[in-house]
C-alpha cells in the first residue's frame, strides 16, 4: 500500500453514525440504509476489533452479520479504541475531541487513555475525564448504554460516554438481557458495546481462536435480532480492525531514539517526542532508518493532510508527538513504556486498509 487509508470525515465515517440516528438536523447519509433512519427503536451495536477485510474474509462464519444491509466505512486517525469509540459516541473528529490516541502525551508524561493512569498511577484527579474531553456523548441525549459492568467508573468512560446512563453486563447472554429490558422500557436509542473480538485478536492474532470468537459474535448478533421488538433495528459497527503482527516488533534506531525524549501513542502509530531543538533531526533520522516499513511523518504534516479531522484545537495539537512512525507493513514498533499482560499478536492503531475499513451494517427482527 503506497499510501495511507484516510478517514472519511465528510462521510462514511464512524464519527458520523450517532449524528445521523440522533441529530435531526442531519441530513440522512446514503451510506446508512433507510431500515435504521426509519426505525422506531435503534441499538447500536460496537463489536471492538471487527474489520471489513477481516469480516470479509470469513463471511462463512458469520452468516447472520453477512445477512445484514450495508458495507464498510472507515475508523478515525489513530485506528484504536480509545479514539475511535469517542468519535462514536460524541460524534466528534478526534482533532475536536482531543482523545488523539491510546497514550497520550499530557504536560511531558503519558497518559494510558484505556486505564486512565500515568507512571505514577490512576490519574483521575490529576487528569479529571470530563475536562479532558467534555463534549457529553450522544448528542446530549442521555442515551441507555449496556457495557461492561466493569467499565462503569473508569476514566475512559467518564471521557468519551459522559450523560449517558448505564446498564452493564458481566457476559455475552446477560448483554441481551439488558438489551431487551431497555427496549421493552421504551428506550429509542441503546448504545452498546463488545469487546470479545478485540480481546481474541491481541492475545492469538488472526487464526483460529479468532475464527471461533467470530462464530460466538455472530450468534451473539442473532440473539440481539431476536429480542428486538417490530419497527426496531439494530446497527452494527467496530472501532477498528486489526493486523497479525505476531513476533515482528521493531526497536526504533538507535539513532533514532538518541534524538526522542519519550514515546506515546503504540506500536503501530508510535509517537516520537523530539528533544529540544532535535525535531527536524528526528524526523530525517525516522525516515532514513523506518520508511521501509512505515509512513513517517510530522506532526504538521498530519495536521495539514486532515488526519484528525478539518479542526485540531490547541488541546489536541498540544497531545501529539513531533513524529510518527505509522506501520505500512504488518509490524509494530516497541517502546518499553508500553507493556502489558502479554505480547499482543494482532495489532491496530495504523491507516492501512485492513485497520481502517469497519462494518456499518443493518438488520431488523424477522
Not at 332 to 343: C, L, V
Request: aromatic share 8%; charged share 20%; net charge negative.
Amino acid at each position: 500500500m503506497d499510501q495511507p487509508v484516510l478517514p472519511d470525515y465528510a462521510g462514511a465515517c464512524i464519527s458520523n453514525i450517532v449524528p445521523a440516528l440522533l441529530d435531526g438536523t442531519v441530513e440522512p447519509p446514503a451510506w446508512l440504509p433507510d431500515l435504521a433512519l426509519d426505525a422506531s427503536q435503534v441499538v447500536l451495536l460496537v463489536l471492538d476489533g471487527l474489520g471489513w477485510e477481516q469480516l470479509g474474509e470469513r463471511r462463512a462464519l458469520a452468516p447472520t452479520l453477512s445477512s445484514l444491509l450495508g458495507g464498510p466505512i472507515t475508523s478515525v486517525s489513530p485506528s484504536t479504541t480509545a479514539t475511535a469509540l469517542t468519535s462514536i459516541a460524541t460524534g466528534l473528529t478526534p482533532g475536536r475531541h482531543g482523545v488523539v490516541g491510546y497514550r497520550v502525551a499530557v504536560d511531558h508524561e503519558v497518559l494510558n487513555i484505556l486505564r486512565w493512569s500515568t507512571p505514577e498511577g490512576d490519574a483521575r484527579a490529576r487528569i479529571v475525564p470530563e475536562k479532558f474531553q467534555p463534549t457529553e456523548a450522544f448528542c446530549g441525549q442521555r442515551a441507555a448504554m449496556v457495557t461492561k459492568a466493569e467499565f462503569a467508573t473508569s476514566g475512559f468512560s467518564a471521557a468519551h460516554l459522559g450523560g449517558a446512563r448505564f446498564r452493564g453486563y458481566r457476559v455475552p447472554s446477560t448483554m441481551v438481557v439488558e438489551l431487551g429490558a431497555a427496549l421493552r422500557a421504551g428506550e429509542p436509542f441503546v448504545y452498546a458495546y463488545y469487546d470479545g473480538i478485540d480481546k481474541v485478536s491481541h492475545e492469538y492474532g488472526l487464526a483460529d481462536h479468532y475464527d471461533a470468537e467470530l462464530v460466538a459474535v455472530d450468534r451473539l448478533v442473532g440473539d440481539i435480532l431476536e429480542v428486538l421488538p417490530r419497527g426496531a433495528a439494530l446497527v452494527v459497527t467496530a472501532d477498528h480492525g486489526q493486523v497479525d503482527v505476531g513476533e515482528r516488533v521493531l526497536p526504533p534506531h538507535a539513532d533514532v531514539a538518541a534524538l526522542a525524549s519519550f514515546q506515546s501513542g503504540e506500536g503501530r502509530f508510535r509517537w516520537l517526542h523530539a528533544r529540544p531543538g532535535r525535531g527536524d533531526a528526528l524526523l530525517e533520522a525516522a525516515r532514513a532508518h523506518h520508511d521501509d516499513v512505515a509512513w513517517v511523518v510530522s506532526r504538521e504534516q498530519t495536521i495539514d493532510e486532515g488526519w484528525w479531522g478539518p479542526e485540531v484545537t490547541d488541546a489536541a495539537r498540544q497531545r501529539l508527538g513531533d513524529v510518527a512512525l505509522v506501520c505500512r507493513e504488518p509490524v509494530s514498533f516497541s517502546d518499553p513504556a508500553d507493556s502489558g499482560p502479554f505480547e499482543l499478536i494482532g495489532r491496530h492503531g495504523s491507516l492501512t486498509a485492513a485497520e481502517m475499513y469497519v462494518p456499518l451494517l443493518v438488520g431488523a427482527p424477522r
